[in-house]
C-alpha cells in the first residue's frame, strides 16, 4: 500500500531550526514531484518547497534562504531543513507525491506540526 509518513516537527523558538522528513512506500518514488505544504486554521494550505523527478526545486518566497527540500531516491525520502524560523512558520506540514506520468496518482502525508514561539 502506498504511505506518506513524515517525522521531525516540534517546538522551537523563533530564530531555531527543525528538519522534517517523509518516508515514501509502495510506490514509485523516483518518478514523483515531491512536495511540503503547510496549513493553519485560518490559511488555505499553501506549498512551501518541492523538488521533482528530475531534481529542479521551487520555493515559496516568505522561505526563500532559510528553508531547503532534498530528495534521496536510494532512501525514499524527502526532508525539509527549516532554519532561521519565525512564528509565521508555525502550521502542519503535509508531504506530497505526484506522478510525473499521471497526474492524477497523487498521495497526502497525515500532517505533523510545527510551532515556533517568539
Known amino acids: 500500500q502506498e504511505h506518506l509518513v513524515e517525522s521531525g516537527g516540534g517546538l522551537v523558538q523563533a530564530g531555531g531550526s527543525l528538519r522534517l522528513s517523509c518516508a515514501a512506500s509502495?510506490?514509485?518514488?523516483?518518478?514523483?514531484?515531491m512536495s511540503w505544504y503547510r496549513q493553519t486554521p485560518t490559511k488555505q494550505r499553501e506549498l512551501v518547497a518541492s523538488v521533482s523527478s528530475g531534481g529542479s526545486t521551487n520555493y515559496l518566497d516568505s522561505v526563500k534562504g532559510r528553508f531547503t527540500i532534498t530528495r534521496d531516491n536510494d532512501k525514499n525520502t524527502v526532508s525539509l531543513q527549516m532554519n532561521s524560523l519565525k512564528p509565521e512558520d508555525t502550521a502542519v506540514y503535509f508531504c506530497?507525491?505526484?506522478?510525473?506520468?499521471?497526474?492524477?496518482?497523487?498521495?497526502w502525508g497525515q500532517g505533523t506540526q510545527v510551532t515556533v514561539s517568539s
Open positions: 509502495g510506490f514509485a518514488f523516483s518518478k514523483c514531484d
Open positions: 506530497h507525491a505526484v506522478s510525473d506520468t499521471y497526474a492524477w496518482v497523487i498521495y
